[in-house]
């Protein structure tokens, strides 16, 4: 299996007043063809910007360092039209909040047909064609209508179905979806997931998922990317890393949700908050809110080395590996 | 705390809704969000209320304090009429029911301070500005703030603190019932168990009734003691948590139970339910969840569905005790009186003397033995399997019900 996207030591630094911070520090992952890899953390962990970098939509001002190479061309080194040639051709983004993601006043049509026409050249006739075929297979019901209706006529759920079959319209190699269910009822959130699941395997489309839901990590990703306050805290495959999180703060957020399986007992909340941009503690920026801290904690910035008895790949960024005892 | 807690009267629901409806208009046409729904709280007790999006959690919320005016029905707070809001100013004593709101980002007033916004409820309760600031400060200890906030604003402090500080602001005016709209639901992650947390020592400690609404049966379950269903306006399964969540009576509880993904890295995918909530204009006739309930018979469409008791089958660790449902294929109306609005055939309705059906076969308990009869998976909401380590899917329970 070759890897499709390879991102190395990106880094992305957003101006702050105290200077420029790094939102993301120094990440490196890895997505092959047709697989799904999943992105955890809390807010301002740094979820989002690694997602935007791939696009170039930083905000202004933003400096990236690194290389995000897909298929051998460097994402973060392209500019104007090149970019405009791969951004919704190879790679696709379906964003959190399907209300600001579709144009209130364009139909569903011109939404779906606008960037086939631009990419794939094809007639308006053939691209509302393969529209309708889209909107059927996310599971829109009477597409033929649906096409000439605006994106207020449709519920939540209905609103993010479109939104991914326009993000899957020119069919991208590479789809990124940031909090694609965040923002809709469990049972909805259960069809997108199938949908994405399906999609994945049919089209052999790599996704990368981005959630604070460990739940739905489980469900859909293979491998998951813990981030915290823009670095990577633990790194391996959703089953391991699920059942025997190594890394303090996956297993806080793993305690921290309710989850079906845990039962009654009582939610143990991570103590304290995320650090914001400007205040990133030194050493292992999760230190203060780590139970297990030891006091060379607040001093050595751990790095995500190859985690000690895991049979597979697993990275982990906690030196004292307090939890490796209890696994 | 304040006078409202002194005078508790045992047993007695400290909030009450009765048959409550509410309507609002949409060009001209009348849209029933809230359609004869019965709900109690009380002291010391977390009922939770939850359902999709658009089934009217946040209509009954807004209409249990009065905010919008009811069609139909009555709601109650110490056992006196909750009256809708008006030109008039609210009556002193609705002050002990309180509302924490959705967004903590949009309900706090970015102008004041902290310690204002929090000493306001003292200050209505006609106390002075020296008592609304040092409750203020005890409030801040109270949900787990430093002192030093009520001389800061809003936006000095995260989702999750100014969720507190909004907490903090009912707890000024000596509360005895509180009815939180997804108070977690626009946090993080850790946020959300820390809030959650709150507002359950609140309840335990300080004796107060907690309505809990929510879209997140997880979250509900984890903390309510009692759980409401809602469905496009009507509540369609009540009971315990423990019970409901264990052996959901009513299809679509089941769906919602199903859906959650799990956090377990097995990678099983957790089940959908096709459709999407009917347009509350244009309810379906009959069970309103007919459209989309996999166990739908014909006479579904036809046959109003009210809230059944299941019978109180004991059952290790979980009380069925005021378990009911709204759905004659499981709950079959054995004991409602002949000819109430049943439109059954003869021949779907039990037989006469089958006191037992099994829920899953819908055999009768002649036929069904417990263990025996019921398939051994995959249920009606099979979670789909994608890889070799997805465990087996569980095994539905044999449930008999009258």
Same mark, same amino acid.
């Given at each position: 299996m070759t890897a499709l996207l390879e991102v190395e030591n990106l880094t992305v630094a957003l101006p702050t007043r105290a200077g420029y911070r790094n939102a993301v520090d120094d990440l490196s992952l890895t997505v092959h063809a047709g697989e799904v890899v999943g992105i955890a953390g809390e807010s301002g962990s740094g979820k989002t910007m690694t997602a935007l970098s791939l696009f170039g939509l930083l905000p202004h001002g933003a400096r990236v360092t690194g290389s995000a190479r897909l298929d051998g061309t460097d994402l973060l080194a392209l500019r104007g039209r090149r970019l405009r040639d791969v951004r919704g051709r190879q790679v696709a983004m379906v964003s959190q909040d399907p209300t600001a993601a579709l144009h209130p006043i364009l139909t569903i049509g011109t939404l779906l047909t606008e960037h086939m026409r631009h990419h794939l050249g094809i007639s308006k006739s053939e691209a509302l064609d393969r529209a309708a075929e889209l909107l059927d297979t996310v599971r829109i019901p009477d597409p033929a209508r649906a096409l000439h209706s605006y994106p207020g006529q449709f519920s939540g759920g209905m609103r993010q179905r479109i939104a991914i079959a326009v993000a899957l319209a020119c069919e991208p190699r590479l789809l990124v979806a940031d909090e694609p269910t965040t923002a809709l009822d469990v049972t909805v959130q259960a069809g997108i997931l199938q949908l994405l699941d399906r999609l994945c395997r049919e089209r052999d489309m790599a996704v990368i998922v981005i959630t604070h839901d460990l739940g739905v990590m489980s469900a859909l990703a293979r491998r998951v990317y813990v981030m915290y306050a823009g670095r990577l805290a633990e790194a391996g495959p959703t089953s391991r890393l699920l059942s025997r999180p190594r890394h303090p703060y996956t297993r806080g957020l793993l305690d921290a949700l309710p989850h079906p399986e845990a039962g009654g007992a009582a939610l143990v909340p991570i103590g304290g908050t995320p650090p914001s941009l400007g205040a990133v503690p030194g050493g292992c920026p999760f230190h203060p809110r780590c139970a297990h801290a030891v006091a060379s904690c607040a001093t050595a910035r751990p790095e995500a080395v190859q985690a000690s008895g895991e049979p597979g790949p697993h990275l982990l960024a906690c030196p004292p590996d307090p939890l490796r005892v209890l696994a | 705390m304040t006078a409202h807690q002194a005078s508790p009267v045992p047993d007695s629901p400290v909030l009450a809704l009765t048959g409550a409806a509410v309507e609002y208009r949409r060009h001209g046409q009348r849209v #029933?969000?809230?359609?004869?729904v019965d709900l109690t709280v009380a002291r010391g007790e977390i009922v939770g209320l939850v359902g999709e999006s658009g089934c009217g959690k946040s209509t009954l919320a807004r209409a249990a304090v009065g905010l919008v005016p009811l069609a139909a029905g009555t709601v109650t707070f110490e056992g006196q009429p909750v009256a809708p809001l008006g030109m008039r100013r609210r009556a002193g004593r609705l002050r002990g029911l309180q509302l924490v709101f959705q967004d903590p980002y949009e309900s706090l007033?970015? #102008? #004041?301070t902290v310690g204002d916004l929090i000493g306001d409820g003292v200050l209505l309760g006609g106390g002075g500005k020296a008592a609304a600031r040092s409750r203020a400060l005890g409030l801040l200890d109270r949900v787990g703030l430093p002192r030093s906030a009520a001389d800061g604003y809003p936006h000095e402090f995260s989702g999750g603190q100014r969720q507190r500080i909004a907490i903090a602001r009912t707890l000024a005016a000596g509360p005895s019932c509180l009815i939180a709209d997804e108070p977690i639901s626009a946090l993080d992650a850790s946020a959300q168990a820390q809030i959650a947390n709150l507002l359950t020592a609140l309840v335990r400690e300080e004796g107060i009734g907690l309505l809990l609404v929510s879209h997140d049966l997880s979250v509900v379950r984890q903390v309510a003691d009692r759980v409401a269903v809602m469905y496009l306006g009507r509540v369609v399964e009540t009971g315990g948590t423990g019970g409901v969540w264990s052996g959901p009576a009513h299809p679509y509880t089941e769906a919602l139970v199903a859906a959650i993904p799990r956090a377990d890295g097995g990678g099983v995918l957790p089940a959908d339910l096709p459709g999407d909530v009917p347009d509350p204009a244009s309810p379906p006739p009959g069970c309103r969840f007919h459209p989309r309930c996999p166990i739908a018979r014909d006479d579904c469409a036809v046959t109003e569905q009210r809230l059944i008791p299941l019978p109180a089958i004991p059952q290790p660790g979980t009380s069925l005790a005021g378990h009911a449902a709204a759905c004659h294929v499981r709950v079959p109306r054995a004991s409602s009186p002949p000819g109430t609005g049943d439109a059954a055939p003869a021949s779907s309705r039990p037989a006469p003397g089958a006191d037992l059906l099994c829920g899953w076969s819908t055999r009768t308990s002649s036929t069904c033995l417990r263990g025996r009869c019921c398939p051994p998976g995959p249920s009606r909401f099979p979670p789909t399997a994608r890889s070799p380590r997805s465990p087996p899917p569980p095994r539905p329970a044999c449930r008999p019900v009258t």
């Open positions: - | #029933r969000a809230l359609d004869g007033n970015p #102008r #004041r």
